[in-house]
């Protein structure tokens, strides 16, 4: 039985994620594995990836040649953080360019759906404004 490494996932998300925010205007990312100071970065992303739900699509039938599939669906939730009191404009080119990233591709196997958000949220850490954009996605796995 073929089983999707939950951490290959993740791996293809994370790369995905710091190699564009790497390049270009740069901006910190944070993965919600590793320890963080939020004081050190004027601006960041948080990025936590869940995985949820997974059904049976079909089923292999006795002495049959056909393949089982499994569906596998997971959430990216991307925090993005800039300094408060200068405005949403930077904060939402971070979105916009998160939601580039994503939006309706396949990559490696992994299908995201298209973003939700940004939602701006008014629980922030002291000094910050926050936005939340959510993103589902989803693997097919073969069982056989």
Do not use: W
């Not at 939950?6 to 564009?20: A, G, H, M, Y």
């Not at 939020?38 to 601006?43: E, G």
């Not at 499994?70 to 998160?98: D, H, M, P, S």
């Amino acid at each position: 039985m073929a089983s999707i490494d939950l951490n290959t996932v993740r791996k293809i998300i994370e790369s995905r994620l710091n190699d564009e925010f790497r390049n270009g205007p740069p901006v910190s990312v944070v993965f919600n594995n590793v320890p963080f100071d939020i004081s050190s970065a004027d601006k960041l992303i948080q990025c936590v990836i869940s995985f949820g739900t997974s059904q049976y699509l079909t089923q292999e039938a006795p002495n049959s040649s056909t393949t089982s599939t499994n569906l596998l669906v997971g959430l990216c939730l991307f925090n993005i953080y800039t300094k408060q009191g200068i405005g949403a404009g930077e904060n939402f080119t971070i979105c916009k360019r998160i939601k580039d990233l994503f939006n309706r591709v396949t990559v490696s196997d992994v299908r995201f759906d298209a973003p939700e958000g940004p939602q701006i949220l008014q629980s922030s850490p002291e000094g910050r404004f926050q936005t939340e954009i959510s993103i589902t996605f989803e693997i097919y796995e073969s069982l056989t």
